[in-house]
Every structure is written in C-alpha cells, then in structure tokens.
T-cell receptor, first 117, second 113 residues
Framework: DTGVSQNPRHKITKRGQNVTFRCDPISEHNRLYWYRQTLGQGPEFLTYFQNEAQLEKSRLLSDRFSAERPKGSFSTLEIQRTEQGDSAMYLC???????????????FGEGSRLTVL | GESVGLHLPTLSVQEGDNSIINCAYSNSASDYFIWYKQESGKGPQFIIDIRSNMDKRQGQRVTVLLNKTVKHLSLQIAATQPGDSAVYFCAENIRGSNYKLTFGKGTLLTVNP
C-alpha cells in the first residue's frame, strides 16, 4: 500500500495523559499536513510541513500540541496533558508541490481517532 | 458531555438518479477547489478538482461546476449508486495559502436502493 499511513487508528486515553500519532506520507511527497475533524464537521487545518520545515501553525494548535517531521519523511503529532475537548479524528495528508509543479490535491490517510475520557 | 448527532445538510436519492451537491464559498481569492468523499470511519477521498480559470470539469460519472460570480460550486453525480453514499466536502485553496485547504461543512448523501 503506497498511500498515506497513520497509526494508531484508535487511541483511548485518560485526561491528562500524553498521546502521540504518527503519519507516513506518500514517499515522494514533500508536503505534509495535519488536520483535525470532529463529528459532523469538515477537517480543520492544524499545521503543515514542507520537507522538514514546519511552515505554518493554526491558532487551533495550542501549546499542548507539537508536531515534528525530523527527516522530511514521517511526522508525529503529540498532544500533552490531553483534555476531553481534544477528542477528535486527527487526519494526516500529503502532497507534492514544488514551484508550479504538482497539483494542490491532498491525499489523506485514514486518520487516528482519539477519545479522551 | 460530548454532543452527538450530525447537523449536516442531507440529500437522499434513489439509486440510478442524478445527484447534485452544492457548496458556497466566500473568499474571492480562492483559486482551486476540490470535492472529497468521506465514508464513515475513513479519511477523505479525492473525487475531482477544478481551478478558478475553469467553469466546468468532468470526470467519470462526476461533473463539477464553478460559478465565480455567485461563489458557488456544485458536484453532479450521474446514475448514483449505493456505494456513493457518504459525506461530501468541498474544499478551497485561497491563493497564497500554500494549498492549506479550507473545508466546508459537508453534505450527507444517502442512496436508496
């Protein structure tokens, strides 16, 4: 399977615990995005990377959230001291864009569903 | 407690009918639009895209229409099948935002056999 891979697919945790999600993008893609989706809503942008550089972060990304893409390949999203309001589906997407090359299409993974009790 | 229940616009059609899903956008600087399909428990799946210099684009059984004058986008699905049942999102790229797509609320399409 050469699509975007995310794990774990499901995570149940207690409030106050830390969680980490991993995303493996399509191998030739230089851009990687994290989105959050709650029930009945469309995905909301959190942050994005071009290669290893984190170029933009949404206001939604509080200080408890941190994302990395250390070698420009896989990425991790860590949530510290989880709160019940963090319960959502965390989606990763990747794309290739270099100058005018590539489309704007984002290829999404299946998501990591977080439930905070 | 956590709120439950969907508050999506819904569209219910009979198998074989054509479906039209609508989307309004507000930013005149949007230059690229994508329709995604999302089945329950899965990530969004690309259906079709269109750039702002076009007003129509066709794919297999799907057509996207763009009316920039009224900032309206539609997705037409021909001969709708039960497998088309899903939530459909339109997403827009605002020029200069590095394809940080902004998603609409979504429409739940139910196809009755």
């Amino acid at each position: 399977d050469t699509g975007v891979s995310q794990n774990p697919r499901h995570k149940i945790t207690k409030r106050g615990q830390n969680v980490t999600f991993r995303c493996d993008p399509i191998s030739e893609h230089n851009r990687l995005y994290w989105y959050r989706q709650t029930l009945g809503q469309g995905p909301e942008f959190l942050t994005y990377f071009q290669n290893e550089a984190q170029l933009e972060k949404s206001r939604l990304l509080s200080d408890r959230f941190s994302a990395e893409r250390p070698k420009g390949s896989f990425s991790t999203l860590e949530i510290q001291r989880t709160e019940q309001g963090d319960s959502a589906m965390y989606l990763c997407a990747s794309s290739f864009r270099l100058g005018l090359q590539g489309t704007g299409e984002l290829f999404f993974g299946e998501g990591s569903r977080l439930t905070v009790l | 407690g956590e709120s439950v229940g969907l508050h999506l616009p819904t569209l219910s059609v009979q198998e074989g009918d054509n479906s039209i899903i609508n989307c309004a956008y507000s930013n005149s600087a949007s230059d690229y639009f994508i329709w995604y399909k999302q089945e329950s428990g899965k990530g969004p799946q690309f259906i079709i895209d269109i750039r702002s210099n076009m007003d129509k684009r066709q794919g297999q059984r799907v057509t996207v229409l763009l009316n920039k004058t009224v900032k309206h986008l539609s997705l037409q699905i021909a001969a709708t099948q039960p497998g088309d049942s899903a939530v459909y999102f339109c997403a827009e790229n605002i020029r200069g935002s590095n394809y940080k797509l902004t998603f609409g609320k979504g429409t739940l399409l139910t196809v009755n056999p």
